[in-house]
């Protein structure tokens, strides 16, 4: 590897030569559909999330449109009609949610909500027969996951979970250099994510609504890190968890950190925090070199580096608007999504050990 810049060009030659042996890349090549075909999306949660970056980013999709919302909030939803003119009948609240199936405009149902409320959503939207993606984390426990499974394939319907990402060329491109062993063989990764946690009535510090805390809402991009760089799945897992802040931090973890252990001597060590910033990166080594990016899961401005003086800055794109068109193309061509309820709930797995782990100070094993 040269020490240089990547180009968008670099990128997508290796993506192209790798995609046949590296299946976390080969949905990149979805069979083409009509540029018209557009599936009406419905947006459950108009939080910051779906405000500042999905719906916008609909409005820059090829086989997505905007046609429904679902809020508590009557205000909302009148800014909401008023911004994106959306009809009366595609307005609902959680209540009425279920009408939903007598809605021909609404394809795909994309829930937003918090953490502890996706699996009451999502199983509205299936019976409803509609397709669900669903942000991340899956749901607060391994139960809930599966019912959300479950509810789906009863329908007939793909569930997507919102790894945004597994569509993102940079990390894509991280993923190329692991599996064909640009460096030889994968030993060690680490990886952090973490950020000084503003107002202390906000729903993510409430177990209730969110399950747990920085581990559940960013240490899980840490954790996907390892798994999709190294393309394995971690055997056991031993964790540390503090908290400096006992008054805000009542309900949830402030700190943890955690190793995994996964099979052929690959070793991950992660750390997560709500309490300062600064961890937004990952680094792999191999046994002739390493790679990695700082900032790492940001929705732009990506930045990569290699042990050779070569830099990773490849294209920005709009996550959010790459993942929700990659989930219209896999229904309308009946593929199946790179990122299942089974990937969700993988992940869920993992964190509930890493809970344990923390709790028991042992390493708990994983199967």
């Known amino acids: ?35 018209e075909k557009k599936l009406g999306f419905a947006l459950v949660g108009l939080g910051n999330l779906s405000t500042h970056q999905i719906a916008p980013a609909l409005q820059k999709t090829q086989n997505c449109r905007l046609a429904g919302i679902v809020t508590g909030t009557p205000a909302k939803a009148r ?15 959680y209540d009425t949610m279920v009408r939903v199936a007598d809605n021909p405009d609404i394809d795909v149902v994309y829930v937003v909500t918090p953490n502890a409320l996706h699996a009451e959503s999502v199983i509205k939207a299936a019976k409803a027969g509609k397709h669900v993606l669903c942000e991340k984390p899956m749901e607060v426990s391994v139960e809930k996951c599966g019912q959300m499974i479950a509810a ?52 993510r510090l409430k177990k ?42 009542q309900e949830v973890e402030e700190n943890i950190n955690w190793e995994l252990k996964f099979p052929d001597g690959v070793v991950a060590k992660c750390q997560s925090t709500y309490g300062f910033n600064g961890l937004n990166n990952f680094t792999a080594y191999a046994e002739q070199g390493w790679w990695g990016f700082d900032p790492a899961y940001g929705y732009n401005g990506l930045h990569g580096r290699c042990s050779d003086g070569a830099e990773i800055a490849l294209d920005n794109i709009d996550q959010f608007a790459a993942e929700m068109d990659d989930f219209a193309r896999c229904i309308l061509t009946n593929q199946p999504t790179r990122v299942p309820g089974e990937e969700g709930l993988r992940d869920i797995k993992i964190m509930m050990a890493i809970y344990d782990a923390a709790r028991t100070g042992q390493e708990i094993k994983l199967t």
């Open 152 to 203: 789906c394939k009863q329908a007939g319907r793909q569930l997507a979970i919102g790894y945004r990402l597994h569509f993102e060329p940079n990390n894509l491109e991280c993923v190329r250099i692991a599996r064909s062993k640009v460096w030889g063989r994968l030993k060690k990764i680490e990886a952090s994510f973490g950020f000084h946690i503003g107002d202390p009535t906000q729903w």
């Open 79 to 93: 800014r909401w009609q008023q911004q994106y003119g959306i009809p009366d009948k595609n307005i609902y609240n």
């Open 1 to 35: 590897m040269n020490a240089s810049r990547y180009t968008r060009r670099d990128f997508c030659r290796a993506a192209t030569l790798a995609a046949a042996s590296v299946p976390f890349l080969s949905p990149l090549s979805a069979p083409a559909v009509e540029p």
């Open 208 to 249: 209730a609504l969110a399950g747990g805390g920085c581990l559940m809402d960013v240490g899980i991009y840490a954790l996907q890190a390892t798994r999709y760089l190294s393309g394995l799945e971690p055997l056991s897992v031993s964790a540390v968890s503090s908290v400096t802040d006992a008054v805000k931090f």
